[in-house]
């Protein structure tokens, strides 16, 4: 294969004992968005990926009801966790981490490229000094092909964007969390059309994801539900993707992908969490500084986006 990090990913895959693997997923319908667990029931160890910090827009009012059923869940299977992991600088949900590190620890982690993020946005938002730019509200950052692990199981970083030009996937033993890349095979794909986002891009990276082998086990962070389902899903295989996917089955190209990812982005909304999740999200989940009456205000830029 000419593509080294997906070589090593493929060989975690294939090397993994999907019965050592165990993922609880949550969903909320509010936002839509699928947290997942991750966890190594040999050793306890866990990973949260893509926590959602519940947030009311027309009162302002954030509440924790999400997060503390995965703290249930995370202390009723006395599980320690090791990583907070984000696939992305999420447009649609605030991510609860800051919370979730409070109450259960773990290392913050999200791409290196969250600094064009923090850059682009910090501009948009108007953000002064006091907004560091540099990635330093996490606690790590991961670059394409970097190896981590969750207990013992091996795990790889890969940056795939196009949704965002900071998107990671993370392959842990044979799962990968894709975050905004793919949907369920009936949905298709994620957008391409935020500030940094390419349709091009997202295409080349979701053929290096369906390049694992055909078993891989996909995590995806959100569902829509689709014409005809009724359920929702989450979980979904490369096997699966590749025959199946309405946008990205084998042998749809990279132009057609383009066209029809344009043609169908000029007609979305932009989320309605939008301006309120960036400005979180860009600071690793945290509040923007308090104002002097120890109040924290997020802005609402005009005629901007
Ligand atoms: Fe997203």
Known sequence: ????????????????????????????EATFTVTHVLSD?????????DSVLDFDPASGRTS???ADALIAYIREQDLEVEWLL???AHADHLSAAPYLQEQLGGKLAIGRHILT??????????????????????DHLFDEGDRFSVGSIPAIALHVPGHTPADMAYVIGDTVFIG??????DYGSARADFPGGDAHV?????????SLPESTRLFLCHDYKAPGRNTYAWETTVAEQRSGNVH?????????????????????DMPRLILPSIQVNMRGGHFPEPEENGVSYLKLPLNRL
Do not use: W
């Not at 029931?41 to 990926?49: E, L, N, Q, R, T």
């Not at 850059?119 to 509200?137: H, P």
């Not at 905004?180 to 095979?185: A, V």
């Open 117 to 138: 993020v923090q850059e682009t946005f910090g501009k948009i938002f108007n953000e002064g000094t006091r907004f560091a730019r540099d990635g330093s509200q996490f």
């Open 180 to 185: 905004d890349t793919l949907f369920m095979p």
């Open 248 to 268: 990205l089955h084998d042998g749809i190209s990279e132009d057609d992908f383009v066209a029809m990812r344009k043609a169908r982005d000029a007609t979305l």
């Open 64 to 66: 924790t009801s999400s």
């Open 86 to 88: 984000e696939t992305h």
């Open 41 to 49: 029931p040999a050793s306890g160890k866990a990973a949260i990926i």
């Open 202 to 210: 997202l295409y080349r990276s979701v053929r290096r994801l369906l």
């Open 1 to 28: 294969m000419s593509d080294p990090v997906i070589a090593a990913a493929a060989e975690i895959v294939q090397q993994a004992d999907p019965a050592a693997v165990q993922v609880r997923s949550f969903f909320d």
